[in-house]
């Protein structure tokens, strides 16, 4: 109950003396004069710290991959496949002033018992950056170009402050896949959007189109597939079994179309003998209207592509000098396509907001605020971080805090360390603000996850609906500011509790 009296009696030492005195002249027989009210600023917020980890399989908030068999159609989730993570020499990376701030607006139910000139004032400072960040740098798609911008402009934000900062590079390995079509007809598509099955071979193939049905014995056509490029639904049997049977009869190739909506991410328990691709359901179809023509040819390709991300880092330095870390993170990447305004435009949003807070404050151990690159494609910033790290260094990082799809719900979420989320729903009530203690979400993960396998206390900032997520959906129109207000104000107050051990 003492964290946010401490800040006061640092900042207003003097104002308190005023009114100490004020008040024992006007008033003769009146006892020691009361304590000064709440600080009208926000508490300031720090970040947690990196450490070695084994690979995480599957990126935040993101639905798990396909089944073998006949599973449910599913949107397209991130890769698996585990990293092999380079990390270069940090490059400086300059920066310019950050942006002016609006004033703040009203505050919402879920902080309606904090005053305005704490969770208001920092709501409105971090839309003002969101609505910067998503206007000049949406989409911001994993180990690209777009990447790579918004991690430059992240990174002078930080420079800025006076913060050393860094671009931390390092690479991806990930498979990718292609279904090109050779036809005279002008009415076949030029490209279908396609996921690799996982364990497929890497191998290019062409070959004529052909039906296989579901990939029954009795779907395949009499004469066998020698040469053709099968096209399968998906369904009832598994991807293996489906594609061993067509390779039996001769394809040279595998295209599954969805028995939903959408498209999917099939896995094969062995690798496959020829290159297997998938495709949405609407796609497929529109594939199938093409085979009454002869002239319809398809090359089905799946190889590996090496990717280019980065991390950006930015440290503040303590006051004791004994090697203490925080870590702050989010990633800063998004699915292709997409806004991303909430996933994580909020997140980042709330980092670069409490770093701008702060940036005046002493703390006793160093701060490093860490946005990760390519979590998307499975964690693979927050990995290639810690694995950049000696073991010296993960010994010293005493906490880490993760802000990823924040932005869009009730209230204020919490999941983590059982200390870190217990004490930041005791900051929330003393101050107001609600914060809800989460449980770890099925099928999903964030950048947290890595710097928990390691054995370092974190705790994940999120809100309760990311229904909007990997959509053209995630946009401004959805986030609230003070959901990131809320979470900046109670990252900050953390902080503080870290101070005191």
Request: net charge negative; with cysteine.
């Amino acid at each position: 109950m003492l964290i946010l009296a401490k800040r006061v009696a640092r900042q207003q030492l003097m104002l308190l003396a005023i009114i100490f005195v004020a008040a024992a002249c006007s008033s003769p027989a009146t006892s020691a004069a009361e304590p000064a009210a709440q600080p009208t600023t926000a508490p300031n917020i720090a970040t947690s710290v990196p450490a070695t980890v084994p690979p995480v399989p599957s990126p935040a908030i993101q639905p798990a991959p396909a089944a073998t068999s006949e599973p449910a159609t599913a949107t397209e989730p991130a890769p698996t496949q585990t990293p092999k993570a380079t990390v270069a020499p940090p490059t400086q990376t300059p920066v310019s002033p950050p942006t002016s701030v609006p004033e703040a607006t009203e505050t919402p139910l879920a902080t309606q018992g904090v005053p305005q000139s704490e969770v208001g004032v920092l709501s409105a400072k971090a839309m003002a950056f969101l609505e910067e960040l998503t206007a000049d740098f949406s989409p911001r798609q994993s180990g690209t170009d777009q990447e790579l911008a918004a991690a430059e402009f992240l990174a002078s934000q930080f420079e800025s402050l006076g913060f050393e900062t860094s671009l931390q590079p390092f690479t991806v390995e990930l498979k990718r896949s292609s279904v090109e079509w050779e036809s005279s007809d002008a009415g076949v598509p030029s490209e279908f959007k396609t996921l690799p099955i996982t364990e497929s071979i890497e191998a290019s193939a062409t070959g004529v189109l052909a039906s296989a049905g579901m990939a029954f014995a009795e779907d395949l056509p009499a004469e066998g597939l020698a040469g053709k490029v099968a096209l399968i639904e998906r369904g009832t049997i598994l991807f293996e079994e489906k594609v061993n049977r067509v390779a039996d009869a001769g394809a040279v190739a595998a295209i599954i179309f969805n028995n939903g909506a959408g498209i999917f991410r099939g896995v094969f328990e062995n690798q496959s003998r020829i290159p297997a691709v998938s495709i949405s359901r609407e796609d497929g179809l529109a594939i199938r209207d093409l085979l009454g023509l002869d002239d319809v040819s398809a090359t089905v390709t799946v190889e590996t592509k090496v990717l280019d991300s980065q991390n950006v880092v930015a440290e503040k330095p303590g006051t004791t000098g004994n090697g203490d870390v925080v870590v702050l993170g989010g990633h800063y990447d998004t699915v292709e396509d997409v806004p991303g305004a909430n996933d994580n435009g909020s997140g980042i949003a709330t980092v670069v907001t409490v770093a701008r807070a702060i940036a005046d404050e002493s703390y006793p151990f160093d701060i490093w605020f860490v946005l990760f690159g390519s979590e998307e494609l499975g964690l693979r910033g927050s990995i290639a971080h810690l694995r950049s790290l000696t073991p010296e260094k993960h010994e010293d990082i005493i906490a880490m805090f993760n802000f990823d799809a924040l932005g869009t719900g009730d209230t204020v979420g919490a999941l983590g360390d059982r200390e870190l989320v217990g004490d930041a729903i005791d900051i929330g009530e003393e101050l107001g603000i609600s914060v809800r203690r989460r449980v770890n979400l099925p099928n999903a993960t964030s950048d947290h996850a890595p710097f928990n396998e390691a054995g370092i206390p974190v705790i994940f900032f999120l809100a309760d609906d990311i229904s909007r997520i990997h959509t053209p959906e995630d946009r401004l129109d959805f986030v609230q500011p003070e959901l990131m207000g809320g979470s900046a104000v109670i990252g900050i107050a953390l902080l503080d509790t870290l101070i005191d051990g």
